[in-house]
């Protein structure tokens, strides 16, 4: 993220969205760690950046993918998505992932992301019907961020998500946005087959190029129906992902977000330390997205932030985690977390039938912890923000 990055932002946003993006998600971040800084010390911990999947209905079926698709469909209840907002934004946190399923096939996003205006919106989505009329939408109302999944170029994209125009239709999506001048990111799920082209400099240009303001690098994580753990990265590769992206972001006009390295370049669990916790349609409360066991749930007259303060489940995990090491569980250590979620009467949450066979049966792979060969940032900007924003917020001693 380069000075010229703040120049193309500024240019290439329309003013609501940039303004929208300054106030609600940049300041009020701010103030959202900071709370969840203070409530720590004070031993409660209410995530500062909630994910919510609002329904699973999808178009695609991605390997890989956690999610599975019912017939009917399952939406979360509106009213529980209202509540759950209005709740998070009484203790200061007003950013929102909303993951689906395909969020955009939720009925009711827009409604919703204009029924809360102070609220920021972040919604993962394949692209593919981020129609003009909607990207218009998002521009009106300013409070959204489209971040659009590209898992590989054409013939990759085609492999992974079983559709061969999926490339396309996913770019005219991120075209559609850029014409309409609201902040555009890309997720990229980064495995072995799609590793050299998604970890390239071209790939980064050709995104510049198309107006794409941030790129969110993950590393794959094998779940769902059709895991493919032969997928995932190996150790080398994921110290590979972790150099390209320190360099790429003094060097490129984008910002490079990840969310597994602090400044010093040490791993960090997100669901580990609390910041983050994700709430699926039913409104049952998981560590994160792949981890699909949970003890509570939310229902429309439930007291929201009281179930998340209470949850001994997310309590429990949060310790297991930490001691289980700074990288992923759910990748280095799958039946030890299968263990724990049996001894905590935790129910699988994924409405997928031997659910319960998945975790035992999967093999252990590397995460993003490299141990001594961590590397810290290189940019000041990214040591600055993440020194204070993003750290293992005491969850690993
Ligand atoms: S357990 Fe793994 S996938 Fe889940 S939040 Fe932690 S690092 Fe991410």
Known sequence: MTPRFFLRF????????????????????????????????RGVTIPAFPFISVTNRCNL?????????SSPPLDMPPELLDKTIVSFNSVGSYFFGLLGGEPLLYPHLVEIIA???????????????????????????????????????EDE???????????????????????????????????????NELLSEDYIDAAIRRGVHYLWYYIYRPSGENPCPEEALDREQI?????????????????????YWDDE???????????????????EIEPCPVIQFACDKLETDSDVLGVFEKSDYLRHFRGFAANCGRGCV????????????????????????????????????????????????????YRFAKKNWFFGFGAYG
């Open 61 to 69: 079926k991605c390997r890989g993918c956690w999610v599975s698709q």
């Open 265 to 283: 370049g040490r791993a960090i669990c997100p669901a580990a330390t609390g910041i983050s916790h994700h709430v699926n349609p039913r409104g």
């Open 115 to 153: 029924r809360h205006p102070k609220s920021y919106f972040q919604v993962f989505t394949n692209g593919i019907f981020l129609s003009d009329e909607i990207a218009r939408e998002m521009r009106r109302l300013g409070n959204v961020t489209a971040l659009v999944s590209v898992e590989g170029l």
């Open 157 to 195: 994209s085609a492999r992974r998500r079983g559709n061969k125009d999926v490339f396309a239709k996913t770019m005219q999506g991120i075209e559609n946005c850029r014409r309409n001048r609201i902040p555009i990111g890309c997720a990229s799920s980064v495995c072995k087959s799609n590793f």
């Open 330 to 381: 759910y990748l280095e250590n799958p039946r030890r977390l299968q263990e724990f979620s049996v001894s905590e009467k935790a129910s699988p949450s994924s409405g997928r039938i031997g659910q319960m066979e998945e975790l035992p049966s999967m093999p252990a792979m590397p995460g993003h912890d490299l141990g001594a060969d961590s590397i810290p940032e290189k940019s000041i900007l």
């Open 239 to 259: 110290l590979l992902m972790r150099k390209f992206i320190v360099e790429q972001r003094l060097k490129k006009a984008v910002a490079i977000v990840d969310a």
């Open 10 to 41: 500024a240019r290439e946003v329309a003013p609501l969205p940039l303004a929208k993006f300054a106030w609600n998600f940049g300041f009020k971040g701010v103030l959202a760690v900071n709370r969840f800084k203070r409530d720590l010390a």
